[in-house]
């Protein structure tokens, strides 16, 4: 399994709308071992393949069980799309690899119900509820070229700004730390 570079804020690749997966094959189960591994190497609990330059409707998650330290529940999801949403809304202290040392509160719905495709290709309804369901919806997201810094309120963005523009300077750089 290959450690993949994680793109950073500022990279364009994270503002594209992304592409349809079409191929579910050998190449699909590579990149999805790759992406988990990136993922858990850099401690995070979900990972879209626009971070790591691919511009694809795909995405890995990996939440800790509970059970110990180390068990996740490990998801791999080709074009996901929202079927369901509810009303109830819940706030969440978001991060994301892309945007290293940021953490906001972001509102979202407390509950998603997602239909995906697996790695086989197969049709996938899934009923998610707590850190599955804001995982999966941060996720989506970056398939849309949208970040979570988009979703917060105008005055702490204004407050990010200085921090961001700096990310922005650093990731533009080709000597990333993970590269
Ligand atoms: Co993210």
Same mark, same amino acid.
């Given at each position: 399994m290959a450690r993949l570079k994680i793109h950073l804020y500022g990279d364009p690749v994270l503002r594209e709308p992304a592409e349809d997966v079409t191929e579910f094959d050998k190449a699909l189960e590579t990149l999805a071992a790759d992406m988990v591994q990136t993922m858990f190497d850099a401690d995070g609990i979900g990972l879209a393949a626009p971070q790591v330059g691919l511009s694809k409707r795909f995405l890995v998650i990996g939440i800790p069980t509970g059970e110990d330290a180390k068990t996740r529940k490990v998801l791999a999801m080709a074009n996901p799309e929202i079927v369901d949403e509810s009303d109830e809304l819940e706030i969440y202290e978001e991060g994301c690899l892309?945007?290293?040392?940021?953490? !906001? %509160? @972001?509102?979202?719905? #407390?509950?998603v119900t997602v239909r995906y495709q697996n790695l086989?290709? !197969? %049709? @996938?309804?899934?009923? #998610?509820?707590?850190?599955?369901?804001?995982?999966?919806?941060?996720?989506?997201?970056h398939l849309d070229g949208v970040l979570f810094v988009d979703r917060i309120s105008p005055l702490k963005k204004t407050l990010?700004?200085?921090?961001?523009k700096r990310l922005q300077e650093e990731g533009a750089e080709p000597t990333s730390k993970r590269a």
């Open positions: 892309s945007i290293p040392g940021i953490t !906001e %509160e @972001v509102e979202r719905p #407390a509950d086989k290709g !197969e %049709e @996938v309804t899934l009923e #998610a509820h707590g850190v599955m369901a804001r995982v999966i919806q941060h996720e989506m997201d990010l700004r200085g921090r961001l």
